[in-house]
């Protein structure tokens, strides 16, 4: 039981590592209330498999409009945060969210709506499992080493300095658009990996799996392994997915093949249960971090 | 005419739950994220009530309306009063986790399948070319009475004057011996209360799931943000601003060309108030906050 399970926990970790550590740097660090960030996987990877599966065109061009369109949802979503209130903001993130879903979904002639997109494809030399891992691994621990240097740098300070007294940070002359614009477009490259891998895994591109639930699960990772901490959250998203699968094992096809039931719970139940212990962990998790989450204003 | 018979019933349904959710951005300043599972909660449980139960439909309604101040209290207690105070912005999370588990539990009684609290046939009434139901004309006429109560209480008796002074300056409500903690507790009660109704509307008007939950939650904040963040009336207008915009989207032929699909009229709609608030970012009706 335990290779197999491993192999598949570790995957999705390195799988979504990218996508949470770069949400981090804006929630986490930044402390903007951002709440589109699956909105952003999203479009990420929409453009990017259809591209490829629907019309038949060249991978790299399916990547860059994968990464085109991320980009600029993060610029309007930047944007917005500029022009809103913060927890305005939050609000209208969510409704972008729902907004590209429901597009998603009811544009069927190119989406096939609910059915998703089956048949994403694997590059060649990922074909294997033991190979895809190792890849998605190699890209996570390249990107996470990213990301950590870039909180020690000087844009981590300011991000930190922004998130702590956005007044006080702009007049030592730290730029808030600049780097919150930044931020931004951090978030939505790390959606963007995560995009790349995360439908070539399952061999299906489905919006079920982009829902608000699927935000929810990030914001408990960032919350549970402490808000702007990369090796913080990093660790908490293993756990949690480590978790999150385990309860889910049942519906894994190839790992049914092999006889193993780690919780045997009826399919109808484990939906419901599994919503119900990660709201518990969500505000178990705010309760013990409820001073550091969004910490008072310094005052001098 | 039809299509604002349509905007009518939508936007009631929607300046219902809004309204409370502004009493208590007002008076509270906070978000709570669990809205939508609060209609639901109270749909739910007339449902219950009603089908299973087979008790009177008012007595089922009036139930199901105290089961969902109930929840509202209890979610105010241990989701909100220990946070909002740290951080406005705390609740916000917590009231999200507060949503996961109360989606979970509908899911495990009442099951993903729709739920209709009145099974049998309606009676449609013609008006002129339009369409109506009695279930319908009875839901705009209870909104109407709701909101003209609501404006009675707000402006012409000593606990509106209350609630209108904690909105404007909660510490300088205090200081003047005003229970601004009491008040703040009733706030989101009478907020759980119209979302309950609302849910009582929709098992009454279409069918209970508990996929509606988010896409109710968020059309409300947005008719909140649209009005002018805290403006009670704002958002009520806006409320059925927004109906009328998914109406329309979906009911009229553009450019003598084509019609919207009806799957699109909710994401036209969000996205036309995402640009609406980047060129007004402060809302339709923005109130000015008295500082001491």
């Not at chain 2, 007595?59 to 207690?77: L, T, Y």
């Not at chain 2, 300056?169 to 989101?188: C, E, K, Q, V, Y």
């Amino acid at each position: 039981m335990s290779f197999a399970f491993l192999l598949h926990g570790v995957t999705l970790a390195a799988i979504t590592l990218p996508t949470v550590i770069g949400y981090n740097v804006v929630f986490g660090k930044g402390k903007v209330f951002h709440f589109g960030q699956v909105g952003l996987s999203l479009i990420a990877a929409y453009p990017l498999w259809l591209t490829i599966v629907h019309f038949q065109q060249n991978p790299l061009l399916g990547s860059v409009m994968g990464m085109v369109f991320a980009l600029l949802t993060a610029l309007l979503l930047a944007w917005l945060s500029f022009r809103l209130e913060p927890d305005a903001f939050g609000v209208m993130s969510i409704a972008l969210h729902l907004a590209i879903l429901n597009v998603i979904l009811n544009w069927q002639s190119v989406t096939r709506g609910a059915l998703g997109v089956p048949r994403i494809p694997r590059w060649e030399f990922m074909a294997t499992n033991g190979i895809f891992t190792i890849v998605a691994v190699l890209v996570a621990v390249a990107w996470i080493t990213f990301i950590f240097f870039l909180d020690r740098s000087r844009f981590g300070r300011a991000l930190a300095a922004l998130s702590e007294h956005e007044w006080y940070a702009e007049s030592i002359g730290i730029r808030r658009r600049m780097t919150h614009t930044l931020a931004f477009l951090i978030a939505a490259a790390g959606a963007f990996i995560t995009s790349m891998f995360f439908p070539s895994y399952l061999y299906l591109l489905s919006p079920s799996d982009y829902t608000f639930p699927s935000m929810i699960f990030i914001v408990m990772c960032i919350v549970a392994g402490g808000p702007g901490k990369v090796l913080g959250v990093t660790l908490a998203t293993v756990l949690l997915i480590l978790l999150k699968e385990g309860l889910r094992i049942i519906e894994i096809p190839w790992v049914m093949e092999t006889g193993i039931q780690f919780v045997p719970i009826p399919a109808s139940i484990l939906g419901p249960v599994r919503l119900i212990l990660f709201g518990l962990i969500l505000f178990a998790a705010v309760w013990w971090r409820r001073d550091a989450l969004f910490p008072t204003e310094r005052r001098v | 005419m039809q299509l604002v018979i349509n905007a009518l019933i939508a936007g009631s349904l929607a300046a219902l739950i809004a309204g409370g959710l502004a009493l208590v951005y007002g008076v509270l300043g906070v978000f709570n994220l669990a809205l939508g599972q609060m209609v639901l909660v109270g749909g739910y449980a007339t449902w219950w009530l009603y089908q299973s139960l087979a008790l009177p439909l008012v007595v089922s309604v009036f139930g199901g309306v105290m089961i969902g101040a109930i929840v509202a209290w209890c979610a105010f207690e241990v989701f909100v009063a220990p946070f909002y105070k740290r951080h406005r912005f705390l609740p916000l999370v917590t009231t999200i986790a507060l949503s996961m588990m109360i989606d979970g539990v509908l899911l495990l009684l009442f099951e993903a399948r729709p739920r209709s609290i009145l099974a049998n046939a309606k009676t449609i009434v013609a008006l002129g070319d339009a369409r109506i139901s009695l279930e319908q004309m009875f839901l705009i006429a209870i909104t109407f009475i709701l909101l003209c109560l609501c404006a009675y209480v707000l402006h012409s008796t000593v606990i509106g004057r209350r609630i209108r002074a904690v909105v404007q300056n909660d510490h300088a409500a205090m200081s003047l011996g005003i229970n601004a903690p009491l008040l703040h507790r009733m706030i989101f009660i009478v907020s759980g209360m119209l979302a309950a109704l609302g849910g009582v509307f929709i098992g009454i008007d279409q069918n209970l799931t508990p996929t509606l939950a988010f896409p109710i939650t968020i059309k409300a904040y947005a008719a909140i943000i649209a009005g002018g963040k805290g403006n009670l009336w704002g958002a009520i207008i806006c409320a059925y601003l927004i109906a009328l915009i998914e109406q329309m989207v979906v009911g009229i032929e553009w450019f003598g060309a084509f019609y919207v699909p009806a799957g699109y009229q909710q994401s036209v709609a969000l996205l036309f108030i995402i640009l609406f608030l980047l060129f007004k970012p402060s809302g339709l009706f923005m109130l000015k906050n008295r500082s001491a």
